[in-house]
């Protein structure tokens, strides 16, 4: 009988070496991760960083269960830029969530924010995508859409673009929503904002303005983002800001072009489902004064 020869110590460790390697190259690319979500942002509640290794990319995700929800916010602010993300939403049954990617100032009563909310639907329905802009405190401008695919079924892309002259809101780079400065009313161009993400329970309105509470059998409700990017202007300090070069070309002086006008045309025939400006029982005394200019 043949005796099978064992392997030397010597090739044992080099062995051990590829094996060591091999391991630290892949904790490396989760520390990796982990540190850019948590240089860039902090966190609350149950969030998870891990690397998509099929696609490459850094994935924090947020875990809402009955103890609580998750999210996380830019330890940096700034005043106008382009904030994206790519995000998958919840699967099956999401009714009474609300997940969301916004900018805002704070939680004062004069605050700016862009807002972003994906309201939870049941299993079939659309998800509603709610836009939102508040300025010195004065919200209540909502357009909400029905999106046209299932964002639960693969990662999509949302966009915030925010410069002096307009807020546009894209998914996918389709271009749904244009909010433009009126120089006599109120616009958000003063108060730097951070970049949030929430997950939450907004049981007492996201879904069909409430009737239809989170089933808490289908918990955890898991949200995922990836691809963060923000080409923005960054406030450092007394007032400063320190803006990208060639910012101006890209986005500070961003505008709608024909393309953005159809697209928005397009959606406002195909996916606007609720529009602040036709709520007379929402402003009785009159609608907001962007109303009749836009």
Known sequence: MAHRRRPSLALLASWLAVIV??????????????????DEFTTDGDVRIDHDHASGQKVA??????????GFNSTQKYLFGEFSVEMKLIPGNSAGTVTSFYLTSGEGDDHDEIDMEFMGNSSGAPTVLNTN???????????????????SADFHRYTIIWNRNNVIFQVDGVTLRVFPRYADLPYPDARPMAVHATLWDGSYWATLKGQIKIDWASAPFV???????????????????????????????RVPDD?????????????????????GWRFPKGFPGECSRS
């Open 223 to 253: 949200v995922s983002y990836r691809d963060y990017t923000a080409d923005a202007c960054a406030v450092v300090g007394h007032g400063r800001t320190d803006c990208p070069a060639g910012s101006d070309g890209r986005w500070m002086n």
């Open 259 to 279: 393309t953005d006008r159809l697209t928005v045309a397009w959606a406002k025939r195909n996916c606007l489902q609720y529009n602040y400006c036709d709520d």
């Open 21 to 38: 390697i091999v391991l630290v190259s892949l904790l490396g690319k989760s520390s990796a991760a982990a540190d850019f979500w948590l």
């Open 61 to 70: 995700s947020l875990i809402l269960d009955r103890r609580s929800g998750a």
């Open 133 to 151: 802009v508040w300025a010195s405190g004065d919200g209540k401008k909502e357009h909400q859409f029905d999106l046209w695919f299932d964002p």
